[in-house]
């Protein structure tokens, strides 16, 4: 069973910076994809920003540009730094990634750390 164990999440003003973390522990099985989603009171998970280990990257249209996902295979940690924040982004965000047995895929949810954009 993986754990995904997020943090970075917090209160900025609109234009600040933050930076999440997830780090990935606990499966043999090979990494998929991983990456992070967000969902605001009231509407859907949505995809912010995804690397699928043969190296395409996945961004939503409202973060291009603004936000950047990298990954540490080392550490089996994948970042988000999110540039220029605005209101709109206030949401749950969660880490998510996908593990491969070779002939099945597995999802795996972190527990959401809250993101904040208020002045």
């Known amino acids: 069973q993986v754990q995904l164990v997020e943090s970075g999440g917090g209160l900025v003003q609109p234009g600040e910076s933050l930076r999440l973390s997830c780090a990935a522990s606990?499966?043999?099985?090979?990494?998929?994809?991983m990456g992070w989603y967000r969902q605001a009171p009231g509407q859907q998970r949505e995809l912010v920003a995804l690397i699928i280990t043969h190296g395409t990257v996945n961004y939503a249209d409202s973060v291009r540009g603004r936000f950047t996902i990298s990954a540490d295979n080392a550490k089996n940690t994948v970042y988000l730094q999110m540039n220029s924040l605005k209101p709109e982004d206030t949401a749950v965000y969660y880490c998510?990634?996908?593990?491969?047995?070779?002939?099945?895929?597995?999802?795996?949810w972190g527990q959401g750390t809250q993101v904040t954009v208020s002045s």
């Open positions: 998510y990634q996908a593990r491969t047995s070779g002939t099945k895929l597995y999802d795996y």
């Open positions: 606990g499966s043999v099985f090979r990494i998929y994809a």
